[in-house]
């Protein structure tokens, strides 16, 4: 659920996501997962992993999808007027990639593959290069690997069984330093395993859907791996925002159709069938 309105009204001493006051009339990205903010995981300094939160859009919460909602003035991050109505409805989407990037430890000039060139898997490429990292893009859809060539990643491949050889291939053997998967997370996950160099890292992003993740034991041992597992994202709000704002990443540039409310069906439908040339899609309640 990746949402963001205009404040309506407003408690006493709202304060919004940073601690400042909280005014009707702002626009402001909502980020719809809602922490305890007591338990000894978030006190620690990890909401996004508490157990006891709630999140928009997920039963037995309510979404987006209406005219008025009401939630935690906390969970409110302000707009400048820069960022556009596509824009502030990818900014958790961003603020996802970030968290995942931040998980893989880049450092500039090295080198990084990833799985799957949906949105979040393009954010993270494009983070990547902004990171300074050389980027190898795996995808079997051709508008998201144009995306990805589009948006500056160095070398772009279909995917599917083959590619590991590839990206062996292209690497001399060798692998590269920090693989992202941001696909299906099926035989993604082994062939992360595969990409990565020895002592490399990998970052699993993508969620499977029976909800197993398989490998082969021996891969990760003998390179001596180091894996991390993605859940959403631990206040990169901010960061998503200044990354908007400053067109240093354009979220107007996933947006591939606007759809008033009464038409959302059709949005979800047409996400589903994996449309060609969709992206992200964009449902506005207020038409």
């Given at each position: ?175 590269v330093d920090v693989v ?40 990760a041992r003998r390179k ?44 979800f439908e047409a996400n ?16």
């Amino acid at each position: 659920m990746n949402l963001w309105g205009v404040v309506a009204a407003v408690g006493a001493d709202a304060s919004d996501g940073e601690n400042h006051p909280l005014t009707a009339g702002q626009r402001v990205a909502v980020d719809p997962a809602v922490p305890c903010w007591r338990c000894e995981t978030c006190e620690h300094g990890h909401p996004n992993l508490c157990p006891n939160h709630t999140f928009m859009g997920v039963y037995p919460s309510d979404g987006a999808l209406r005219e008025y909602m009401v939630v935690p003035a906390r969970s409110c991050f302000p707009l400048p007027d820069s960022i556009s109505a596509g824009g502030g409805a990818l900014l958790e989407t961003l603020g996802v990639a970030i968290h995942a990037v931040d998980l893989g430890h880049v450092r500039v000039g090295e080198t990084a593959a990833v799985i799957g060139c949906g949105p979040v898997g393009l954010l993270i490429c494009k983070l990547l290069k902004l990171s300074g990292l050389e980027v190898t893009a795996f995808d079997p859809l051709s508008w998201r690997a144009e995306k990805a060539r589009d948006w500056g990643v160095d070398h772009v491949y279909p995917g599917g069984e083959n590619a590991p050889q590839e990206l062996l291939a292209q690497t001399n053997g060798r692998g590269v330093d920090v693989v992202f998967e941001a696909a299906w997370a099926d035989a993604t996950i082994q062939q992360s395993m595969d990409m990565a160099r020895c002592g490399g890292r990998v970052v699993l992003v993508g969620i499977p859907g029976d909800d197993r993740c398989v490998m082969k034991h021996s891969t990760a041992r003998r390179k001596g791996l180091t894996l991390a597992f993605s859940r959403r994202m631990k206040h990169t709000y901010p960061r998503a925002i200044k990354l908007a704002a400053s067109k240093q990443i354009d979220l107007d540039d996933l947006v591939s159709a606007y759809y008033p409310l009464n038409k959302a069906l059709e949005a979800f439908e047409a996400n589903m069938r994996y449309d060609e040339g969709v992206h992200k899609l964009v449902i506005s309640v207020a038409g």
